[in-house]
Nanobody
Framework: QVQLVESGGGLVQAGGSLRLSCAAS????????GGWFRQAPGKEREFVAA????????YYADSVKGRFTISRDNAKNTVYLQMNSLKPEDTAVYYC???????????????????WGQGTQVTVSS
């Protein structure tokens, strides 16, 4: 079992930056594919970014490519999402997630992630 706890959300003006953290406990995060998703009011949960478990290859949604960076610190059992040049349309609850340790493939599909955090609110004002 893996427990995930997000932090770092908040209110920021458009053009600003935030760094979200996702700390894992219970099991190591280093052997698992990690991902960030977000959900705005009235919308479905959508993929933001994912990072592989070994070689740290990454994948991003087109809407955040060039602005967001996903990374991991295995020593701290933590995955990060650095968000720059934030826009009002980035406003959402952000969730981190990870896949089973047996799976190595990156995924953009929420149903393919096995463990989820509780979410952290990001609000970008115009």
């Amino acid at each position: 079992q893996v427990q995930l706890v997000e932090s770092g959300g908040g209110l920021v003006q458009a053009g600003g930056s935030l760094r979200l953290s996702c700390a894992a406990s219970g099991r190591t995060l280093s052997s698992r594919v990690g991902g960030w998703f977000r959900q705005a009011p009235g919308k479905e949960r959508e993929f933001v970014a994912a990072i592989s478990r070994i070689v740290d290859s990454t994948y991003y949604a087109d809407s955040v490519k060039g602005r967001f960076t996903i990374s991991r610190d295995n020593a701290k059992n933590t995955v990060y999402l650095q968000m720059n040049s934030l826009k009002p349309e980035d406003t959402a609850v952000y969730y981190c997630a990870c896949r089973s340790s047996l799976v190595a493939v990156l995924s953009t599909t929420p149903n393919e992630y096995d463990y989820w955090g509780q979410g952290t609110q990001v609000t970008v004002s115009s």
